[in-house]
């Protein structure tokens, strides 16, 4: 498994694809995602890539913190696995 990293202050235009071209500069990208909101299915501005090694994460990092990706200075750091919090069942999943 790779190593994660939390893409922040994106445009919302930014797709998975145009974040996998930016960092596939630096090593092989294994994911890019982009969150999006679940009502609006609009993005909500951050993502995540996850690349196969440590050094191209670590290059990335360093060249892409505050760089511009899609007219936004990009924020980028390393990813901290954190649980998900339990979050309460939405009406829908309650009624299947």
Not at 1 to 16: L, W
Not at 61 to 72: C, H, K, M, W, Y
Not at 86 to 91: H, I, M, V
Request: glycine residues 10%; charged residues 25%; hydrophobic residues 30%.
């Amino acid at each position: 498994m790779g190593k994660r990293i939390y893409v922040g202050n994106m445009s919302y235009n930014t797709t998975p694809d145009g974040l996998r071209s930016a960092f596939a500069v630096y090593g092989e990208v294994v994911d890019a995602t982009v969150i999006t909101d679940r009502a609006t299915g609009q993005s909500r501005g951050f993502g995540f890539v996850e690349m196969a090694e440590e050094e191209g994460v670590r290059s990335a990092i360093a060249e892409l913190n505050g760089q511009s990706l899609d007219g936004r200075p990009i924020k980028v750091s390393e990813a901290y696995d954190r649980p998900k919090p339990d979050r309460p069942a939405s009406r829908s999943e309650m009624y299947q």
